[in-house]
């Protein structure tokens, strides 16, 4: 169907309060995998590109961008590439130049005031382009790209408030905001919590702005609705089915027989496991078919 921006699946989804996925696709099996599963449901799909886990050479990340871009234009249902986690304005210029249609700047680790300046400046930079912006306050913390065994923690000094929410939004124009309420990236440690509550709030606070809630893997499907219901209408997901891409190949290497396996084996196989958990998640949010909007 199209390559489009973030903002416009977004706002739909905030008018009409569902949320839509966004799954890895900094390697291409895991940008495949993501597509087919958008278009066997017939539902919009948000494409995580983080530049620390494509390869970070000029060439390879022209290369990536330019068969990611050409993989949206070719699918059946809107497809949004998202910088997932910018680390700087300059990573958000790049980004934009290499033809992604949202940019996330993640100054989350920053005093307030200075998250707010490079926000507004990633802002500036990317509505006269068409590119829509996300950003995060409060701390979703963990470990991003790459889950432990153990676990990480949730920290609750580091959750959002409304007072912060509705500040940062007015300074920044910003077009969808990432709120700390009881999530980590990768595994948790112990059994996740969301503050519910707190959601609320912020929903209340910011109005029509979409919200956005990172380390979404692990939750339940009581939780995912829950936080739907509440303001949520991005939801992110990286480790659960890179897990299943990564458990595909294992099962694979531990029948090895005779014949020995290869990496185009991995790749190959992987992709109907990570598929099908796509497919999970998108069915646990009930994300619409396009056919109704
Ligand atoms: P998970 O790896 O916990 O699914 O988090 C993904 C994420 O938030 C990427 O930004």
Redesign the pocket.
Known sequence: MALVTMKEILQHAEKNTYAVG?YAGSDLISAIAAIKAAEETKTPIIL?EEFSLVFDDDISLELHFAAINAMAEAAHVPVATVL??GVSYEDCVRAIRLGCTSVMYDGSSLPMEENIRITKAVVEAAHPAGVSVEAEIGH?G?D?GG?TASGAEVDESQYSTPEEAVYFAEQTGVDALAVAIG????TFKGTPKLDINRLQEIKKAVGTLPLVL?????LSVEQFRLAIANGINKI?????SERAGALSAKKLLDNEGEYLVTFDQIARDAIPDMQKDVMRHIEMFQTPSIMNF
């Open positions: 966004a995580l997932d986690h979703v963990g991003e889950a999530t980590v990236h990768g990172h380390g979404g893997s692990g992110n997901i990286f480790t659960s």
